[in-house]
């Protein structure tokens, strides 16, 4: 059973510090890890994708993996009010016969930014 | 462009009646995707299509049944669903299955209510 686990705060962060958000996922053959963001009541919106270890950054984020650890985080830098969101850690591994597999969610962290 | 749509936006039926979900992209991705989204959960794979073929089959229940005509098109055919299956549903698409084309795009949900 794959497992991806989050805590689900509420993470409060001062606007203009650097929120740091985190994930653990069970499955060693995990290949691919996505972060989205989901404001209430919307669909999920991609933040970012890594699939390699080390960091990747665009814009104000930053993804880390480590697959030694099996960890994944997002650091979200000169946080903004809009930031403020629940943020969905998602874990793809290989699907069957090496095809196509869904995404296998963490539970997410609400996250607030405080003016 | 990476607009996944779905209609309708809101949909409530009674337990007997016979409806259908849409999903569209012209993105040319070959693989969509329907989840599942309780409140405050995360949201939960239903279904995989790879290649217009139904590759995943996350043990749902019958009165779900996915169809996909084309590579643009997905649909959702539900039958006499219970009060439970009240949710958000959730469209996605990625250009591919494989590692690194698999990002995967979410449309704007559908919100259904059983009465």
């Known amino acids: 059973q794959k497992e991806v686990e989050q805590n689900s705060g509420p993470l409060s962060v001062p606007e203009g510090a650097i929120a740091s958000l985190n994930c653990t996922y069970s499955?060693?053959?995990?290949?691919?890890f996505f972060w989205y963001r989901q404001y209430s009541g919307k669909s999920p919106e991609l933040i970012m994708s890594i699939y390699s270890n080390g960091d990747k950054e665009d814009g104000r984020f930053t993804a880390q993996l480590n697959k030694a650890s099996q960890y994944v985080s997002l650091l979200i830098r000169d946080s903004q009010p809009s930031d403020s969101a629940t943020y969905l850690c998602?874990?793809?591994?290989?699907?069957?016969?090496?095809?196509?597999?869904?995404?296998?969610f963490g539970k997410g962290t609400h996250l607030i930014i405080q003016p | 462009d990476t607009e996944v749509t779905q209609t309708p936006k809101h949909l409530v039926m009674g337990m007997t009646n016979k409806k259908s979900l849409k999903c569209e992209q012209h993105m040319g991705h070959r693989a969509m995707y329907w989840y599942k989204q309780k409140a405050k959960k995360p949201p939960e794979l239903m279904f995989v299509?790879?290649?217009?073929?139904?590759?995943i089959n996350e043990s749902v229940p019958s009165r779900f049944s996915p169809e996909c005509p084309n590579s643009s098109l997905l649909n959702l055919h539900l039958h006499a669903l219970q009060p439970e299956d009240s949710a958000l549903y959730l469209c996605?698409?990625?250009?591919?299955?494989?590692?690194?084309?698999?990002?995967?795009?979410f449309g704007p949900g559908t919100r259904l209510t059983v009465l």
């Open positions: 996605a698409s990625s250009p591919s299955a494989g590692r690194g084309t698999d990002t995967q795009y």
């Open positions: 998602a874990v793809k591994g290989l699907g069957s016969g090496g095809g196509a597999d869904g995404l296998t």
């Open positions: 499955d060693r053959g995990s290949q691919s």
């Open positions: 299509y790879s290649y217009e073929k139904l590759s």
